[in-house]
């Protein structure tokens, strides 16, 4: 709540006090509803609230809640408990991502995790809820909730296919082990519309960057490339390679400006034909297996059933 702020006439409200006339009559209950009627300039004034029987109250801020807000108190305590829990206890995958998994590092890069996380069953079904993902940005971690990252898995989103073929894996319990067995259920013709997609998009943007600003995020090139040569990969040959020692020279090329942007732009148009080519000949399928997914999100809920 923002205690500066004035709330307009017409909000309806909730009072927190109960008020009495001078012969002791009940004018307004605690908890009556409540119109705002006439609002002040500032908070250090009071509000004017016509109740259900067109009686019209004084109310100081403090006084009152917007009837909104009133009803959401419960269940905001229910998120503040939820924030106080370790959800990171339940990180059940963890590994290296980015430019240390890539081989594109240097001394100034950081070291990015991503994973799963699942909670216990009771919490998962409770008022508190769960949130899709857990996020440190001090420690650059990320850890998807296990139904959010096989959604994303089977979208096609590379993030989330590239933790399935990191390299360096740092935790893996028995449910993300099997998970990992089943990686290929994930992948489909589905690859060749996201990454290309959005390395097209992508790359309209930084023309649009080279064209007002004189310049581009030559990081953010050099992993759209990554993306394209990755994406060829996957349906050429069935899995989603994280290293890229083949092209490293190259790529470290655009990323350190050494590669004009001609070249790098005459590479991506090379390389959107290789994925054309790619496309027509792939033996993936359509669509990945959705309902080979499914049941393994079942059973892995019912082991986080507490006995």
């Known amino acids: 709540m923002n205690p500066n702020l004035i709330i ?3 909000t309806q409200v909730v009072s927190r006090i109960e008020i009495k006339g ?7 209950l605690e908890g009556a509803v409540g119109v705002i009627t006439k609002a002040p300039t500032d908070n250090s004034h009071s509000y004017r609230v016509r109740l259900p029987n067109n009686t019209e109250v004084t109310l100081r801020r403090h006084e009152f809640s917007i009837r909104k807000h009133f009803q959401k108190e419960g269940l905001q305590n229910s998120q503040d ?5 370790n959800l990171y206890e339940s990180v059940i995958f963890r590994c290296v991502v980015g430019s240390v998994a890539f081989g594109l590092n240097n001394e100034n890069s950081d070291i990015d995790r991503r994973g799963i996380y699942l909670p216990p069953a009771e919490l998962h079904w409770s008022l508190y809820g769960i949130p899709e993902q857990l996020e440190n940005n001090e420690k650059q971690e990320c850890y998807w909730e296990l139904q ?10 590379p ?3 590239e933790c399935l073929y990191a390299p360096m894996v740092e935790k893996a319990d028995l449910i993300a082990e099997e998970l990992l067995a089943k990686r290929e259920m994930f992948l489909s013709k589905l690859v060749y519309q996201t990454y290309n997609g959005y390395v097209m998009s992508q790359f309209k943007k930084m023309e649009q960057d080279l064209r007002n600003q004189g310049e581009i995020r030559l990081k953010h090139a050099m992993h759209l490339i990554r993306l394209l040569l990755s994406g060829i990969t996957v349906l050429k040959e069935g899995f989603v ?3 890229v020692e083949k092209y490293r020279d190259r790529l470290l090329a655009i990323r350190n400006g050494e590669m004009a942007w001609e070249e790098v732009n005459d590479w991506r148009l090379d390389l959107h034909q290789d994925f054309d080519n790619a496309f027509s000949n792939t033996k993936l399928p359509d669509r990945p297996d959705y309902e080979q997914a499914n049941q393994f999100l079942v059973r892995s809920r019912r082991k986080m059933v507490s006995s």
């Open 148 to 157: 959010k990252f096989i959604i994303l898995a089977l979208k096609a989103n």
């Open 8 to 10: 307009p006439v017409g």
């Open 159 to 161: 993030n989330v296919l």
């Open 22 to 28: 001078k012969q002791g009559q009940r004018i307004c």
């Open 241 to 243: 390679p994280v290293k």
């Open 81 to 85: 408990m939820l924030a106080e829990l």
